[in-house]
């Protein structure tokens, strides 16, 4: 709180003495209960609430319910804002909240089916001017309240104010840009503000593709000399996979601690600010890729006793990273590492630790003054993952352990030993016989021990076959009608015959439709296209044999494709054992074309055969802005054969200079391609044209009579491997941001003259 002003002193005397006042009595007699049941009713009874006074939303859905809930409440009696049952009271629409004001407690509400008008879910403010103190939300849900324009940003939850708590509260979901939880410091009286957040549940956020999604950020660079005095502890990151940010730290004197993160892609990172303290965390990454641990930026901040596994992160995303600065570094930049305190963490199977990371013309400044000390590193494989990327003398290592040999230059800080590892009742592996790592007390938060106890956590994604299986047979619209009436992970099963679908079959749930027996199904379609994949839509296709023999003759006709604008749910899509042919009534007739804005967590082709087509396979190239934004993060195709496709295989591209983002990802292998890419429409030239991909792996195919591969690096640190393959041309690899030679690994390919 404020005290600076003689008058506020004078009113918080007299708050003290009324509370005396009352404690004489009985609290239960001055306590008053509302139940509310209009947005009227709520507002003309908020204004009268006095301390101790509970308000309580009658349960059923509000709709567009703007809540502004604003009073004096004391210490001893907050003024309370709650659901007439927890759990039962659903703000739906264009509903929020926002608090402001002194010992206010909300709890007990529901946010879904809807999304915030304003820039905020939940607001600890009314606006620039009246803010929270002491004020707490706690018990409370926002689930997929994201905004129906995924670029269009709001942060689910800010807080504002001084001395306020962020509690036990569940939030899952988000999919549009913003971070979820944003803890501002754009006002004096919200600096120094010594917030809680504690014993959430960050459940599930899906990869947005972009900057802007992270989960939760504590300060921003302008304000980042300025102490927050923010506590993080007891939360559950579970699957926090927006960008590569998990928490951003942009402010000084936090301390986050006792926090589980949870096979979440991405790092917790001290970007701005000084003297954080970081202990007692425990990442699981279980080999899931990308999964980060911490990343070490700035002045004093202590890294002390925290628990990462099994974490694959690389790059700014490692397990653990120690970055370079820029000297004198402008705010927005990086300053330099200084007194850095790293002590009694394990690292086990974390495949990178970076040291001095970022090290370029720019950032030139080397850690400083730092301590690197009884850490335990341990890899099964016996790798070392150490790698540094400039001077490291100003980080003195001392007693720690591993079991690989260290490098030259850390030599004298590691005793290397044969060691046994085990795994401890609270779940965490320690080296047998040995005191050296994190310590044994350590006792990670559970799930359930987060958000509120009666809503369940169920949040995620539905895994295809996880349903019921329904029989199909070829009459009429049976399969468009099946699809409207299945549940989210049905399997429809086709038996032999023809299946001419007259509608474009949209998909809105997870749903697999399969040939009874392999490729006794055959279809076609009269539209268009015949499946168009919608919000909350993924398919796979197994066994099928697609022709476009009946499509219409118009150029640009589809066999899949998502909602042309607009999605904001990422998607899969995976064709397995199928035969697609004939895609060649007139011109420029793709198999699979991604809307704009699009996102597909995954696309997979395995096993089939693609046969004269006019168009190309997938176009993943539907973001040309060069806002880092693109349209899938893993891209599969493997076994396949291709043939006598005018276009190309894969056109994907992630344009602009953003580095938040992991993707996209290319992994295409045993493929046999038989003149692809040479129909006069392919603009590109060529038969796989991948720009700004990040990771690429092409191998063991056989690519004859076709156009050129062609890979253009943008920003990252792409890693492109094209190895092993027969190709009829060379591949061409060009750098367009960096200059020297391409970074790409291109061996043994064999290439054949036509
Ligand atoms: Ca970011």
């Known amino acids: 709180m404020v005290i600076s002003k003689p008058s506020l002193i004078k009113k918080t005397f007299q708050k003290s003495f009324s509370v005396i006042a009352i404690s004489l009595l009985s609290f239960t007699t001055y306590a008053a209960e509302f139940l509310v049941k209009t947005p009227e009713a709520f507002k003309d009874t908020v204004k009268n609430l006095s301390p101790g006074d509970t308000i309580k939303l009658a349960n059923g859905t509000w709709q567009d ?33 926002r608090l402001a004001g002194e010992y206010l407690v909300v709890s007990g509400l529901v946010f879904k089916n809807g999304y915030t008008p304003s820039s905020e879910v939940i607001a600890f403010r009314e606006n620039k001017t009246e803010y929270a103190y002491h004020s707490r939300v706690t018990e409370t849900v926002i689930e997929d309240y994201s905004n129906p324009d995924k670029q269009e940003s709001d942060y689910w939850v800010g807080i504002y104010g001084q001395y306020n708590r962020f509690d036990n509260n569940y939030l899952a979901g988000k ?97 701005h600010g000084n003297g954080n303290v970081i202990e007692n965390n425990v990442f699981f990454g279980n080999g899931v890729d990308h999964t980060g641990g911490i990343r070490v930026i700035n002045k004093d901040q202590i890294i002390r006793n925290n628990y990462m596994e099994g974490l694959t992160g690389y790059r700014f995303g490692s397990g653990f990273t120690v970055m370079n600065g820029v000297p004198n570094s402008p705010i927005n930049r990086y300053h330099q590492v200084e007194n850095a305190l790293i002590e009694d963490n394990s690292m086990i199977n974390v495949d990178h630790i970076q040291l001095a990371a970022g090290s370029d013309a720019e950032r030139s400044a080397a850690p400083l003054n730092s301590k690197f000390a009884q850490n335990f590193v341990f890899n099964e494989s016996a790798k070392q993952p150490f790698t540094l990327f400039d ?168 066999l899949i494709r998502t909602k042309k604008w607009g999605m904001t749910a990422n998607y899969r899509l995976v064709v397995q054992n199928s035969e697609i042919k004939n895609l060649d009534i007139n011109h420029s007739f793709h198999f699979f074309v991604s809307g704009n804005g699009a996102f597909a967590d995954e696309i997979t082709l395995s096993n089939n055969s693609f046969d004269n087509i006019t168009g190309d396979i997938l176009r993943l190239d539907r973001e040309l802005e060069d806002l880092g934004i693109y349209n ?123």
């Open 175 to 271: 999919r549009n840009k913003g971070v979820t939880v944003a803890v501002r410091l754009n006002s004096k009286n919200s600096q120094q503000n010594h917030h809680k957040i504690d014993h959430n549940y960050f459940g599930p956020r899906p990869i947005f593709g972009s900057n802007g999604g992270e989960t939760l950020r504590i300060g921003t660079s302008h304000h980042s000399l300025t102490d927050s005095f923010t506590v993080v502890e007891n939360n559950y990151f579970d699957r926090c996979n927006g960008e590569v940010e998990i928490i951003s730290v942009k402010s000084g004197k936090n301390q986050l601690r006792n926090n589980v993160f949870f096979e979440s892609r991405g790092t917790l990172t001290l970007r």
């Open 65 to 97: 319910f703007e809540i502004l809930f604003t009073g004096k409440g004391s210490k001893e009696q907050p003024i309370t804002l709650t659901a007439e049952t927890k759990g039962e009271v659903i703000l739906s629409g264009l509903s929020n909240l």
């Open 391 to 558: 001077d490291i003398s100003g980080i003195a290592f001392n007693n720690n352990v591993t079991n690989s040999k260290p490098l030259s230059e850390l030599k004298s800080g590691f005793k290397v030993e044969a060691i046994k590892i085990e795994r401890a009742e609270n779940g965490l592996l320690y080296p047998v016989g040995k005191n050296i790592g994190v310590d044994r007390s350590i006792s990670p938060i559970t799930k359930s021990e987060t958000g509120p106890s009666w809503y369940p956590k169920t949040a995620g994604q539905t895994d295809f076959a996880s349903g019921a299986t329904i029989k199909i047979k070829p009459q009429g619209d049976a399969l468009f009608n099946a699809v409207q009436l299945a549940e989210d992970g049905d399997v429809l099963v086709l038996a032999p015959g023809d299946y001419d679908e007259r509608k474009v079959i949209v998909i809105d749930k997870t749903l697999t439709i399969k040939a009874d027996k392999s490729k006794t199904a055959q279809l076609s379609f009269e539209r268009g296209a015949m499946f168009e994949i919608a919000d909350g839509g993924s398919l796979s296709l197994d066994g099928l044999v697609i022709s476009g023999k009946n499509s219409p003759d118009s150029s640009g006709n589809t």
């Open 632 to 754: 899938a993060e893993y891209v599969t195709l493997s076994k396949n054969t291709f043939k006598d496709v005018e276009g190309a295989l894969v056109k994907l591209y992630r344009g602009g200079s953003d580095e938040s983002t992991f993707g996209p990802h290319l992994n295409m292998t045993n493929n046999k391609v038989t003149n692809v890419g040479n129909g006069k429409r392919n603009k590109s030239k060529s038969s796989l044209y991948l720009h700004g991909v990040q990771v690429t792996n092409v191998a063991d195919n056989t690519l004859a009579e076709s156009a050129q591969i062609v890979v253009e690096h943008t920003v990252g640190q792409p890693k492109t491997s094209i190895q092993n393959n027969k190709l009829s041309q060379d591949v061409s690899v060009v750098e367009l941001r960096v200059s020297g030679p391409h970074t790409a690994v291109l061996e043994n390919n064999q290439v054949v003259a036509k």
